[in-house]
């Protein structure tokens, strides 16, 4: 069983900065990759940024050049650097776990969510 964490979110005024972070652990033999996604009330959910253990990182459109994905492979955690913050980036961001056991067998395990509020 996979056990993944996230930590940071709240309330911030447009332009500011936030800092989220996640941890995965648990019974796995191998990360594949960690990210973030988030969703808005009637939306569904969405890439944020995501960044596999070999290092590719992909990045939606709406947050290339303000949120710095980063992993740590030796303590399975992954943070999410957001500066800048616009309302449009209000919504709950969850944190993705994509592992693998021994046999090869894929787990997609996700966090409770954590609450980003971007406003005056």
């Known amino acids: 069983q996979v056990l993944v964490v996230e930590s940071g979110g709240g309330l911030v005024q447009p332009g500011g900065s936030l800092r989220l972070s996640c941890a995965a652990s648990?019974?796995?033999?191998?990360?594949?990759?960690m990210g973030w996604y988030r969703q808005s009330p009637g939306k569904e959910r969405d890439l944020v940024a995501r960044q596999t253990t070999d290092g590719r990182i992909n990045y939606a459109d709406s947050v290339k050049g303000r949120f710095t994905i980063s992993r740590d492979n030796a303590k399975n955690t992954v943070d999410l650097q957001m500066d800048n913050l616009k309302s449009e980036d209000t919504a709950v961001y969850f944190c993705l776990a994509d592992t693998s056991d021994a046999a090869g067998v894929i787990f997609l395990t996700w966090g409770q969510g954590t609450q980003v509020t971007v406003s005056s």
């Open positions: 648990g019974n796995f033999f191998r990360i594949n990759a």
